[in-house]
């Protein structure tokens, strides 16, 4: 089993960029899918991006396509969603997710683990 735990979100102004950082404990990502996903309040989990631990294929949701970037450090067992350009929509907990079926997707009920979010506010 493993846990996860997302950081870096936080306030920050429209058009200003954020990190945010998933890391495993438990065990490693490898064999896994890790995912991003964000939910606004009153509205359905929205997936953004996703990589294979094992050979780097991403998948992008298209809401976010060309402003987001997923990526991950194997020595620190880590995956990165690099956000820029953010806009007030942006506004949402974001959340990552790992999917031991090797299964890049966004279907979010194919992910087995999640983590507990991390709270994005973009000003205007």
């Known amino acids: 089993q493993v846990q996860l735990v997302e950081s870096g979100g936080g306030l920050v102004q429209a058009g200003g960029s954020l990190r945010l950082s998933c890391a495993a404990s438990g065990r490693t990502f490898r064999d896994y899918v890790v995912g991003w996903f964000r939910q606004a309040p009153g509205k359905e989990r929205d997936f953004l991006a996703a990589?294979?631990?094992?050979?780097?294929?991403?998948l992008y949701g298209n809401s976010v396509k060309g402003r987001f970037t997923i990526s991950r450090d194997n020595a620190k067992n880590t995956v990165y969603l690099q956000m820029n350009i953010l806009k007030p929509e942006d506004t949402a907990v974001y959340y990552c997710?790992?999917?031991?079926?090797?299964?890049?997707?966004?279907?979010?009920?194919?992910?087995?683990?999640w983590g507990q979010g991390t709270q994005v506010t973009v000003s205007s």
């Open positions: 997710a790992a999917d031991t079926s090797s299964l890049v997707t966004a279907l979010p009920y194919v992910y087995d683990y």
């Open positions: 990589v294979r631990w094992n050979d780097g294929t991403t």
